[in-house]
Nanobody, 127 residues
Framework: EVQLVESGGGLVQAGGSLRLSCAATGFTFDPYVAGWFRQAPGKEREGVSF????????YYADSVKGRFTVSTDNAKKTLYLQMNTLKSEDTAVYYC????????????????????WGQGTQVTVSS
C-alpha cells in the first residue's frame, strides 16, 4: 500500500520560510512525477511545484517561481518543498501527490492524473 505523509506546515510571518516534507512508503514506481498542490478556502486546487524522476525536470506555478524549490531525496523516499519569502496569499492546505504522468502532460494542471495523495498540511502566513 502506498502512503504519502506530509509534515512541516505551520504558522509563519510574511517574508519567512518553511520546508514541507512528504515521506513515501510502499512507492516503487519509476519514472514518476511528484509534487505539491495547494488549496485555499473557496478556491480551486492549484498545482504549485513538481519534479520528474526521469530527468529532474521541475515545474512551478508562476506565483511561486523564484521563491519555492521542489526536490527529492531518493534514498529517504522523501519529497520536499522549500518555501521562502512567504506571502499571505500562500496560505492554504498543501498536498503532496505522486503518479505516472507522460511527458506531454503538464503536472501542474491535471490533479486527476495523480494516483496517490497525502492528507494535507496547513500553511498559514500572517501579514
Amino acid at each position: 500500500e502506498v502512503q504519502l505523509v506530509e509534515s512541516g506546515g505551520g504558522l509563519v510571518q510574511a517574508g519567512g520560510s518553511l520546508r514541507l516534507s512528504c515521506a513515501a512508503t510502499g512507492f516503487t514506481f519509476d519514472p514518476y512525477v511528484a509534487g505539491w498542490f495547494r488549496q485555499a478556502p473557496g478556491k480551486e486546487r492549484e498545482g504549485v511545484s513538481f519534479i520528474r524522476s526521469a530527468d529532474g525536470t521541475t515545474y512551478y506555478a508562476d506565483s511561486v517561481k523564484g521563491r519555492f524549490t521542489v526536490s527529492t531525496d531518493n534514498a529517504k523516499k522523501t519529497l520536499y518543498l522549500q518555501m521562502n519569502t512567504l506571502k499571505s496569499e500562500d496560505t492554504a492546505v498543501y498536498y503532496c501527490a505522486a503518479g505516472q504522468l507522460d511527458y506531454y502532460t503538464d503536472p501542474r494542471r491535471v490533479p486527476s492524473a495523480y494516483d496517490y495523495w497525502g492528507q494535507g498540511t496547513q500553511v498559514t502566513v500572517s501579514s
